[in-house]
């Protein structure tokens, strides 16, 4: 049976315990308590992702890159391919995507000690997992510290019935601080396992990313290859791309980097309002360079985790 929607309302913070939900109040300094029993062989059991064939991390070092936009895409890409498409969101202080797919307001249910994933269209093609959905009031700020965030991202991999996914993309906040060190070491025994890393022409930009690229190799993830959003403006009115910031970079990235690039996004009015308003922006702008750009990048996306996966 399923209870009643999960919220985390007046502040306080979601921990975990033997995989069910458990409320603390704001500041009451208790680390999570670790799982003992039958919670203890739960929190080990893989078998949530069991049904996931291939997982994506979409990654950057860089604050405002566009990570959510490129995950968000991608999944309606691989969607638009045939492919059953789960999407994690682990920015944990500005979950974004439910916003992105028209599915804000919609519940998380518990589920014989698993949360449900919500579905963001009816042929449950798309299953989406974001805090976003467990705040009662969306403008409450989450501030938590590291081992609740590591908690709740260890609820979202081990805890969600995932069911049978062709990809889960796994949307990251910047940097390589705690979230991601907890989404690493939760996905880590899954595979196969690439990450995407975004970047933008600048080269402020790139600096950052380079050190996301160095994250990567520390940690053993193998990069799948670099992506240039925002690289340049495309006129809606006729398709001409110009250069609002500088040019080239992310490809310069990924050679010096030696991973392969996958392509550029440029900045497209019909993308940012697809992505407001939570409209399939690839199904609806199949004429827009954008939409050239995202599709080639899923496919090739596709080509490198089957080979990854032979």
């Not at 989404?183 to 950052?208: C, K």
Request: glycine letters at 10%; one cysteine or more; a neutral charge.
């Amino acid at each position: 049976m399923r209870d009643q929607p999960l919220k985390i309302s007046q502040g306080r913070a979601l921990v975990v315990i033997g995989l069910k939900a458990q409320n603390v109040g704001r500041g009451s300094g208790r680390e999570p308590r670790r799982a003992t029993g039958s919670g203890m062989a739960a929190a080990a059991e893989p078998g949530n992702l069991a049904g996931v064939r291939h997982i994506i991390l979409v990654l950057s070092g860089k604050g405002g890159v566009g990570k959510s936009t490129i995950s968000t895409e991608l999944a309606l890409a691989l969607r638009h391919q045939g492919k059953k498409v789960g999407i994690l969101d682990t920015d944990v202080c500005g979950p974004s995507i439910p916003h992105m797919l028209r599915a804000q307001g919609k519940a998380v249910h518990q589920c014989d000690d698993v949360w449900v994933p919500v579905f963001v269209d009816q042929e449950q093609s798309i299953a989406l997992m974001s805090v976003g959905f467990l705040l009662e009031d969306p403008d409450e700020a989450v501030v938590w510290r590291g081992p609740k965030k590591h908690a709740l991202i260890q609820q979202f991999v081990c805890g969600v019935a995932w069911g049978d996914l062709d990809y889960l993309v796994v949307d990251t906040p910047p940097g390589t601080s705690d979230e991601h060190m907890a989404t690493v070491e939760a996905l880590r025994p899954y595979r196969p396992l690439g990450a995407l890393v975004v970047t933008t022409p600048q080269a402020v930009s790139v600096g950052d990313v380079r050190r996301e690229l160095t994250f990567c190799k520390k940690t053993g993830l193998q990069v799948l290859g670099v992506i240039e959003n925002m690289s340049g403006f495309a006129c809606p009115h006729c398709s001409e791309c110009t250069n609002v910031f500088s040019r080239g970079g992310g490809e310069e990235l990924a050679r010096l980097a030696g991973v392969p690039f996958l392509g550029s996004v440029p900045l497209d009015p019909q993308l940012t309002r697809s992505l407001e308003e939570g409209r399939d922006f690839i199904q609806e702008f199949p004429k827009s360079t954008s939409y050239t750009a995202l599709t080639s990048i899923a496919q090739k996306v596709l080509h490198r985790m089957s080979a990854l996966h032979s």
